[in-house]
């Protein structure tokens, strides 16, 4: 009665007293080794119904019948079960005692049993840090479960050797194991199935995805006797909600998972649960960082590379503002607490909880002002590896932190370098954008705190570290991957459901549609996450500024990177060769102003405004001109630039800004980005070959695509009608790509971003096989250079996965912009790209010519020569 522990311990205790009816007052062995193994069994049950003490109860009538019986085979279960039952609570040590009980009798047990035994000893080796026993159970495991052709044992073998790879930190692996037990069709109740791959998810950093399946999780533990794993699903919503930010949500999950553990007995989950609620708190009592912000540096300040320095002795300012100002009495009785659960988890033998417990105590302190006792926390951290990259980064930044507050500078930014390399190290062999991209939220907090160490140093101290941190995600375009015919179909499927939904006029129909298209893209993610280790490993890009820098003066380029710093937006430039830091302006008015400037732009280029045009085109350029004074002007600059965007800044028409009238300039990822994607001599000498395709439904865009196959000449192809295989060819191999289509933004899931060709959507995701190889790719189709922002500092989007998959330059829209527009504006930036200008200044005199809302267009990643 997997599932129904209600109708269980219901029957069991019928059987039981069955049992003692019929034997009378002299049972026979036969009656008592029945009872003893119903004993057993119901053990299990009361533990879900009423706790841990009560499901003792019964193990100890259980263990007086074996000592009666001396029956070997029922010791082996009853170690069995007990090992399940404290496990389940926590005491790892009696449940590890219990299960190698089991294992020294395994003849005990039918082979099916035999399976679930190395499966729980597998599970409990790891959590016991014992790798090489869990491989080896999990194997055991997995060929039981294969040669006896259960579904459900298989399934549950399968899936956790998928939960063994999490542990171990190979997520891809993790994901992929997951997605196999899943195909395996079998009536198992799937609940911890559920719960472990929303941790692995967590741990992916895909937080709102494993938010989504925790909920979807609890909604499934329907009826009684779920406390435990109710309380499971909690503690990880509690996690992921203070990941995102949201505190009282965070707050109220914990605490309902605290309550419910301590109302069963599960000590070491209790202790987890109120870990995480600790957290929440310390959360709280720090003093917002905007409040704070806004006392800090006064607007103008400039830096040169001369204004490194190393604070002598703890810089009063600087450790406010890494630890944070709390209530000390709060930070002190949080940590008092924390005291008390290491000592809980000391005497259960959980040396991870016990660390864990330690890392809270030591931020604790800090927020209290005790850096010395925070200190003498961590230096009695037992270092376990659980595997688990987020615990690793947290308890590197508050280690750093409390260097900080010492005064320990230079030992506090090793740390902080270490950590960026092992992120880094953390996303080695995906080759998926979606779990690159998402990977990075568990390394925010360092990388603010590096930068915040930076500032003080100068320039050169802040382009290293926001190089630094940016390469950590930045990958190396990996060798591609297999096809995998089970994506293609769902592609496929999805393929024809957008068609579908794009021409009905039916409101319900058009809702169903759009939820079979949602189902769709879940399966989709789900299956490419699963893919993501098929592919050639992905490497980290070697952060060189000193080169990067030597380049920008070769192709005769400026550069800016802003940066939010202490609720103002700071720049780093490096401006006719020498680097330079400026803090610039409010981090919210720039935001407020980059927001209007994109609103007033699409209502320009998408509604017939007639009188209300003059108003429009006025509010747009006033906030464009604040911009400008704001964020450029401080430069002194008219030289072309590179610009790396921070979110406040992210999509803006650029070109709108006054002094970047018909300006070449570059929105790029970084500046060893720019560098990295910069053409060769010898790559320039060869004629680069040029596909063209274009979309149904787009009036200017056949005479679009002959425009620009007669601007290029023999070296030129049009596709019409213009096919996805075309397409998908044309990036893989190296030359210049146009498309002049209709496009869409995903917002809830750019990577289902598109182009619409003859035969239906082209996805994001499916450019992931094959690479993109393509020198120049020109997207002349609305919004498409969108991107959606992700938690870490992260963005995923059509044209930026162009550019992570291997384009060294994009052309695309940021906003929607008239068919006519948009055709003139292309085909004068093929004719004067085919005279022989960069890209990014052929972009800039088409759209200078041309209409202003062309000014949506942006160049891209780097910087293409013909």
Not at 398 to 417: H, S
Request: charged share 25%; hydrophobic share 45%.
């Amino acid at each position: 009665m997997a599932g129904r522990p209600v109708d269980a311990a219901r029957s069991l205790t019928a059987a039981l007293d069955e049992i003692d009816r019929v034997a009378g007052s002299a049972p026979s062995r036969d009656r008592l080794d029945l009872r003893c193994k119903t004993l057993i069994t119901l053990a299990l049950t009361e533990f879900m119904l009423s706790g841990v003490e009560a499901a003792l109860a019964r193990l100890a009538e259980a263990e007086a019948l074996v000592d009666e019986l001396g029956d070997d085979a029922l010791r082996a279960r009853l170690d069995y079960q007990r090992a399940n039952i404290h496990g389940r609570v926590g005491d790892l040590a009696s449940a590890w005692d219990g299960l190698e009980g089991a294992v020294r009798s395994l003849d005990a047990f039918t082979e099916r049993e035999q399976c679930s035994v190395h499966l729980s000893r597998g599970m409990l080796a790891f959590e016991l840090l014992r790798p090489q026993e869990a491989l080896e159970s999990f194997a055991e495991a997995a060929r039981l479960a294969h040669d006896l052709g259960g579904a459900a044992q298989e399934f549950m073998a399968r899936h956790n050797e998928g939960y063994a790879a999490y542990l171990l930190g190979d997520i891809p692996r993790s994901l992929a194991g997951m997605a196999l037990a899943e195909e395996l069709e079998s009536d198992v109740f799937k609940g911890p199935a559920r719960l472990d791959r929303a941790q692995v998810l967590l741990e992916a950093g895909l937080v709102k995805e494993a938010v989504e399946a925790l909920h979807g999780g609890l909604e499934a533990l329907e009826g009684d006797g779920h406390d435990q794993m109710r309380a499971e699903f909690e503690l990880a919503l509690a996690r992921a909600h203070r990941l995102l930010g949201h505190l009282d949500l965070a707050a109220s999950a914990a605490t309902s998972a605290r309550e419910t553990y301590a109302r069963i007995g599960a000590t070491a989950w209790a202790a987890k649960a109120m870990l995480v609620g600790l957290l929440v708190e310390l959360d709280r009592q720090r003093r917002t960082r905007r409040g704070r912000e806004r006392e800090g540096r006064r607007e103008g300040t400039e830096h040169g590379d001369d204004g490194r320095r190393d604070a002598v002795g703890p810089d009063t300012e600087l450790v406010r503002q890494v630890v944070g100002v709390g209530d000390a009495t709060v930070a002190l009785a949080a940590a008092l607490t924390a005291d008390e659960l290491t000592e809980t988890a000391t005497e259960l033998g959980d040396s991870e909880l016990a660390d864990s417990a330690r890392v809270v105590a030591a931020q604790a302190l800090l927020l209290a002002g005790d850096p010395a006792g925070a200190n003498t926390r961590l230096l009695s951290l037992e270092r376990v590896s659980t595997g688990s990259l987020s615990d690793e980064l947290d308890a590197a930044v508050v280690t750093a932190m409390t260097l900080v507050a010492t005064g320990d500078l230079t030992p506090a930014r090793r740390i902080l370098a270490r950590a960026s390399r092992r992120l880094a190290a953390g996303q080695e062999g995906s080759a998926s954008l979606d779990l690159r991209t998402a990977r990075a939220v568990h390394g925010a907090r360092l990388s603010e705190l590096d930068l915040e160490l930076a500032v003080p140093r100068g320039s050169g101290a802040v382009l290293e570290a926001l190089e630094r941190w940016r390469s950590a995600t930045d990958r190396l375009p990996s060798l591609g991957r297999p096809d995998d015919e089970q994506l293609a179909q769902l592609t496929e499927q999805l393929r024809a459901v957008r068609g579908h939904l794009r021409g009905e006029a039916d409101p319900e129909q058009a809702r169903e549609l759009h939820d079979h298209a949602s189902r769709l893209e879940r399966q989709i993610r789900d299956r490419d996450w699963a893919l993501s280790r098929s592919g050639g490993a992905s490497r980290a890009v070697p952060v060189r500024v000193r080169e990067a820098r030597e380049h920008l003066t070769r192709v005769d380029r400026d550069l800016v990177w802003f940066f939010r710093h202490r609720g103002r937006i700071g720049g780093v430039g490096v401006v006719g060769g020498r680097a330079t830091m400026r803090d610039l302006m409010p981090a919210d008015r720039a935001a407020e102003l980059a927001q209007r400037i994109r609103v007033d732009l699409r209502a320009a280029a998408t509604h017939h405004l007639g009188p209300l045009s003059g108003a429009v085109w006025s509010s747009l350029r006033a906030s464009a001109t604040e911009l400008d004074e704001g964020l450029l002007r401080p430069w002194r600059t008219d030289r072309g630039l590179v610009v790396v965007t921070c979110p406040e800044l992210s999509a803006l028409p650029w070109a709108l800004l006054p002094s970047m009238t018909g300006r070449p300039f570059t929105v790029a990822l970084s500046l060893t980005s720019f560098t990295r994607r910069a053409s060769s001599r010898d790559e320039a000498t060869r004629p680069a070959p040029v596909h063209v395709s274009v979309g149904p439904s787009v009036p200017r865009a056949s005479g679009e695509g002959r425009t620009i196959v007669g601007t290029w000449g023999e070296v030129a192809h049009l596709a019409e009608p213009s096919r996805r295989a075309e397409l998908v060819g044309a990036l893989a191999r190296p030359g210049v790509v146009h498309v002049a289509a209709h496009g869409t933004h995903q917002v809830e899931s750019p990577l289902f971003s598109s182009l619409v060709l003859h035969d239906g959507p082209v996805f994001a995701h499916e450019l992931q096989p094959t690479g993109v190889r393509a020198d120049h790719v020109v997207l002349s189709a609305c919004e498409v250079g969108l991107t959606s922002p992700r938690p870490g500092h992260e963005s995923l989007g059509l044209a930026l996965s162009l550019l992570s998959l291997g384009a060294r330059s994009v052309v695309a829209a940021v906003s929607p912009v008239p068919d006519d527009v948009a055709a003139t504006t292309m085909t004068r930036h093929h004719e004067l790209l085919a005279s022989g200008l960069p890209s990014d200044e052929a972009l800039a005199r088409a759209v200078a010519e041309t209409d202003d809302v062309a000014a949506a267009f942006l160049n891209l990643g780097g910087q293409h020569r013909p």
